[in-house]
C-alpha cells in the first residue's frame, strides 16, 4: 500500500462492509449496527465515497439487477488495501493499549 492509499474512517468503515456483497442501505445499517449506532454515514456522504472507491478500483459494481439496490463488492485490490490498512490500525490499538495500561 503506498502512502496516499491511507483510507479515511469513512472509507474504512465502508470497505469494512464490502468483504461481503452489499448494497448501499444494508452498508450504512451494518456500519450502524456494528458500532452500536455511534458511527453513522449518511447517504450522500456514503455514495460520494462509493464513488471515489470505484475510482480507485477498491471496489466494484458487483450486481446492478435490481435497478433500486446496487451492490458493491471488494476488488482484489481493495482487499489489499484493507489489510494493509488494518494492520497499521492494529498496530496503533497496540500502542494505545500499551500507553494506556503503563499509566495505570
Do not use: C
Not at 455511534?38 to 478500483?57: D, F, H, R, V
Not at 433500486?68 to 494493509?84: A, C, D, I, S
Amino acid at each position: 500500500m503506498k502512502n496516499n492509499d491511507q483510507l479515511t474512517e469513512s472509507m474504512f468503515h465502508i470497505m469494512a462492509a464490502l468483504t461481503t456483497p452489499q448494497h448501499g442501505y444494508a452498508i450504512m445499517s451494518l456500519i450502524e449496527k456494528t458500532s452500536n449506532g455511534t458511527i453513522s454515514i449518511g447517504p450522500a456522504s456514503m455514495y460520494t465515497i462509493i464513488k471515489k472507491l470505484i475510482q480507485n478500483e477498491w471496489i466494484y459494481l458487483y450486481d446492478d439487477s435490481d435497478s433500486r439496490r446496487k451492490v458493491y463488492l471488494l476488488t482484489q485490490k481493495g482487499r489489499t488495501v484493507l489489510t494493509e490498512d488494518l494492520k497499521i490500525r492494529k498496530l496503533m490499538i497496540q500502542l494505545a493499549e500499551k500507553g494506556l495500561e503503563e499509566e495505570a
